[in-house]
């Protein structure tokens, strides 16, 4: 079923078209990869489906519904998460204090005024448990702004899934990551659950072609191509403008 | 335990100083809820605002005109004065919460001038400059807060319960997502939470609390006039917020006590007492960001590791 579904999306800054009639599909359980070179509309693309940027035309939709006029707290209750490409942390808050936040906004009641935060078990718990799944328990007490930046971007996942969500947008998760940390996320990424349907930009074409299920390829704001690896590895002009010769 | 100890000495501080030193601090425990009330919205939620004396003001106002235009007991008049001024901050914080940075700065500073100008026109109510003054105090069981020492006790209790209430809320749910708003809300908003009700809740219980300390300031001097709402007023909390360190809840009452006790030795020297409060304010901002309270604080903690 598709989960996410964006619909003709149009966007200009003045004379310049950030996205231009794009339009795509993210199944439960899908890894949908976006590639295109820097500028080509990737991060605007995401902004517009998280609701941070409002579209100037087309449609997006979340279980068949019309999400384009939603706040993002509103579409984030609706089971969309994301990271962003540029760390958007709490950066003075300690790493499990992130993940409990992002836990509370789903699980928690953010308008209890007398009960304890701490007292919320179950809260915690699960803050606890997503820390795990990302490696990250170790340096749970650390404040965020003294761990390291690979341990930042993992961070940005963590808080992402904290609230369980259903599609988990990435921006380009392994930017600034080192071979080895990438690999690392990658298989953090693989292990994620099964029913989630993702959709990540990624610049790394090792990354790209072993997780993708589908990838779209972003050219100044235009689809070139949204299709299985294979296919969008054999098109033309795919090879012409983006991938070159290495493919 | 060592605010235990300064609970120890507030208890038996009247009977240790004179009625100059109980009225001093009588003042300074008012003005500690108000300045706790204004480092709730400033140092947990992030929204600066500068026309906190609205609500200190809309609460002094409230119990001087419940009692003397409703009849009502002054017991009641606390309750309705901090009522109002909860009312107060949900109508101006409905438009203040849809903006940020210096729109909000500049919003609230609007709202409080608003206010100012109405006390001040509005004769036939609040007696415009003048003020109005000569209205009951409370009492109970024959126990009349015209006493300075009952007076002084209602402070202190009025004071910890605020402490302790502000407490619970910080470490709630709802405070936590209010740092975590003073942290970052883009990312707040990306995972769902709502965050111009989060601001708004913030904004009615720190003008409640506001209220609540212009109710006891009313009833303290007996008289209130538009000064209370005065952006001298509003600037003066702010001052003693970040005197005392941002976002401490007890640095801002250490703040409110030490801006009170030198306006008082001060002025009584020179005439330029402002200035000299001004050239502290700077030294604050530049040397300790973390103001009177985090200086200790980090001074003790050195103290105990050597
Ligand atoms: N808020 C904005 N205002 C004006 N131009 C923008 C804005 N956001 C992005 N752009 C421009 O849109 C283009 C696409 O940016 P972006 O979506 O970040 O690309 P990508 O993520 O693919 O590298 C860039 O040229 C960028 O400068
Ligand atoms: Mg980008």
């Known amino acids: ?247 | 335990m060592g605010e235990f100890v300064f609970f120890l000495l507030a208890l038996a501080w009247p009977f240790l100083a004179g009625s100059y030193g109980t009225g001093l601090i009588t003042e300074a425990l008012i003005f500690a809820i108000a300045a706790m009330s204004l480092d709730l919205l400033m140092g947990y939620s992030g929204l600066v605002s500068f026309g906190h004396a609205a609500f200190f003001g809309v609460g002094a106002y409230a119990l001087a005109l419940s009692g003397m235009k409703l009849g009502l007991n002054p017991w009641l008049g606390i309750l309705v004065a901090v009522m109002t001024s909860a009312l107060a901050a949900l109508i101006i914080g409905y438009f203040c919460v849809r903006v940020s940075g210096v729109a909000f700065i500049m919003l609230t500073l609007a709202f409080a001038q608003l206010l100012y100008s109405a006390a001040v026109k509005w004769r036939g109510i609040t007696g415009g400059s003048d003020g109005i003054g000569g209205f009951d105090r409370p009492q109970i069981a024959g126990l009349s807060l015209n006493d300075p020492i009952y007076m002084y006790f209602a402070c202190l209790l009025g004071f910890v319960l605020s402490l302790w209430l502000l407490r619970r809320i910080i470490n709630s749910q709802f405070g936590h997502a209010l740092v975590g708003l003073r942290e970052n809300e883009t990312r707040m908003r990306a995972l769902g939470f709502s965050t111009d009700r989060l601001k708004l809740c913030a904004f009615v219980l720190s003008g409640a609390f506001a209220g609540f300390a212009g109710a006891l300031y009313a009833i303290y001097n007996s008289f209130i006039s538009p000064d209370a709402l005065s952006f001298a007023q509003s600037g003066m909390f702010l001052l003693m917020v970040v005197l005392g360190g941002v976002g401490s809840l007890l640095g801002p009452a250490i703040g409110a006590a030490i801006f009170l006790l030198m306006k008082q030795f001060v002025s009584s020297h020179t005439e330029h007492w402002l200035a000299i409060v001004g050239i502290i304010f700077v030294c604050c901002v530049m040397f300790f960001r973390s103001g009177v309270y985090g200086f200790l604080k980090q001074w003790l903690e050195r103290g105990a590791r050597t």
């Open chain 1, 1 to 247: 079923m598709t989960l996410l579904r964006v619909e003709s999306l149009q966007k200009s800054f003045g004379s310049l078209n950030v996205t231009r009639d794009v339009t795509l599909d993210v199944g439960a359980g899908e890894k949908h990869v976006i590639i295109g070179p820097n500028g080509a509309g990737k991060t605007s693309l995401i902004n517009q489906i998280g609701g941070q940027m409002t579209p100037d035309g087309g449609r997006v939709m979340i279980d068949g519904s019309d999400v384009t006029r939603l706040a993002p707290e509103q579409r984030a209750r609706l089971g969309l998460a994301r990271t962003f490409q540029k760390n958007t942390l709490f950066q003075r808050l300690s790493v499990f204090e992130n993940v409990r936040l992002g836990v509370q906004a789903r699980f928690g009641n953010s308008f209890d005024l007398a009960q304890r935060a701490a007292a919320r078990t179950d809260v915690n718990a699960r803050a606890r448990d997503v820390l795990d799944l990302l490696r990250l328990t170790a340096l749970a007490e650390r404040r965020v702004a003294s761990i390291s930046y690979g341990d930042q971007r993992q961070l940005e996942i963590a808080v992402a899934l904290a609230g369980d969500p259903r599609i988990l947008l990435l921006d380009e998760p392994t930017s600034g990551l080192s071979p080895v940390e990438t690999r690392q996320l990658i298989e953090i990424i693989r292990a994620l659950p099964s029913h989630l349907g993702i959709l990540m930009i990624e610049h790394d074409m090792e990354v790209v072609f072993s997780l993708a299920d589908r990838i779209t390829v972003l050219y100044y704001g235009e689809v070139l191509a949204s299709d299985k690896p294979d296919v969008v590895a054999a098109n033309e002009r795919v090879r012409d403008v983006y991938l070159g010769a290495s493919f």
